[in-house]
């Protein structure tokens, strides 16, 4: 039986920016240095914004083994939580590009094992959405198709659809999704990615349209890209509900 994945996004603003250029600059925070779009609304959909640090007078001792801090037991924040640790339980440095960090940084044992499993999505399933999969798409309600490559933006902000016809999608300007899956045997037993429905809002609009994706001849590849979607999207919610 086929299933699927749901989830919902912010809407955005209006306004077609994917011709405007990303530019970057480098800023220094107490967390460290970030590389970060020159306009903060260029950021990442997957992007997560600095936590406030918890006030040194608020924590007297580690928040996580409760040593009480003293001239030789120093107070850490974690780059990613906010909270303060002693020195052993704040002590690994894991790369955050989820903050835009151009160094690793300190992270408390909880955060640092979180950020770890998402290196995996940018180490990998970054590169698999950005490299497109290709599909048969269907706009709205209407019976005509065409054989599309989807793939995502360099800035991970667009969907690309590039066919005979070319259109765009903002992440942002998605509303709901669902990743299709499909029985990969005969047998049945083990299930597969085979499309995509999403409902977004285009510029200027606030009704939203539908569009179907589904898997073109090399299904492979495209059940590749839509499970890299798949794995993104909880990144996509979390930095939506931060």
Not at 147 to 175: A, K, P, Q, W
Request: charged fraction near 25%; proline fraction near 5%; hydrophobic fraction near 30%.
């Amino acid at each position: 039986m086929g299933g699927f994945f749901y989830f919902i996004f912010i809407i955005a603003g209006c306004g077609k920016m994917s011709s405007v250029p990303d530019g970057k600059k480098l800023v220094r925070s107490p967390s460290g240095l970030r590389m970060v779009p020159e306009n903060g609304a260029f950021n990442s959909p997957f992007s997560l914004d600095e936590p406030q640090w918890v006030p040194d007078k608020e924590c007297p001792s580690c928040m996580q083994c409760t040593k009480k801090f003293d001239f030789l037991t120093r107070k850490h924040h974690c780059r990613r939580c906010g909270r303060c640790f002693c020195d052993k339980c704040c002590s690994k440095k894991v790369t955050l590009p989820r903050m835009c960090f151009v160094d690793p940084v300190r992270q408390c044992g909880e955060c640092s094992r979180v950020s770890q499993k998402e290196m995996e999505f940018y180490d990998k399933q970054l590169k698999v959405l950005m490299g497109g999969g290709t599909f048969i798409v269907t706009l709205g309600t209407s019976e005509k198709s065409e054989t599309m490559m989807c793939r995502l933006s360099n800035n991970h902000r667009y969907l690309f659809l590039d066919g005979e016809s070319h259109f765009e999608v903002e992440l942002s300007r998605i509303s709901s999704m669902q990743v299709l899956t499909e029985e990969s045997t005969p047998e049945g037993g083990n299930c597969r990615a085979s499309g995509m429905l999403l409902h977004y809002k285009p510029m200027g609009s606030q009704d939203p349209k539908q569009l179907r994706m589904e898997a073109a001849e090399d299904k492979k590849t495209a059940s590749s890209w839509l499970a890299a979607m798949h794995k993104g999207a909880k990144l996509l919610y979390e930095a939506r509900d931060q």
